[in-house]
Nanobody, 115 residues
Framework: QVQLVESGGGLVQPGGSLRLSCAAS????????MGWYRQAPEKQRELVAR???????NYADSVKGRFTISRDNVKNTVYLRMNNLKPEDTAVYYC?????????WGKGTLVTVSS
């Protein structure tokens, strides 16, 4: 089993920045790609950003140029730096980790962008 614990969410004004962190524990050696998804009220969960162990990344079009995903393979931690936040970025952000057998999810952290 792998446990994922997110941190770093909160309330921020439009144009502001936040950094989310997700620490993996347990059978973290089995983890391949890691990523961040988000789910806004009454909307489906969507991919925000994803990163492979080798550092290859992909982003949702809506966050390109504003968000940066990174990972520390020694600490088994993935980060999401979010700049120039917009009200439409408001959502619960979930950490995801793919192993060879299944996907794991964190419990989520709420990001609210509002003045």
């Amino acid at each position: 089993q792998v446990q994922l614990v997110e941190s770093g969410g909160g309330l921020v004004q439009p144009g502001g920045s936040l950094r989310l962190s997700c620490a993996a524990s347990g059978r973290s050696f089995s983890i391949n790609a890691m990523g961040w998804y988000r789910q806004a009220p009454e909307k489906q969960r969507e991919l925000v950003a994803r990163i492979t162990p080798g550092g290859n990344t992909n982003y949702a079009d809506s966050v390109k140029g504003r968000f940066t995903i990174s990972r520390d393979n020694v600490k088994n931690t993935v980060y999401l730096r979010m700049n120039n936040l917009k009200p439409e970025d408001t959502a619960v952000y979930y950490c995801n980790a793919d192993s060879t057998t299944r996907a794991y999810w964190g419990k989520g952290t709420l990001v609210t962008v509002s003045s």
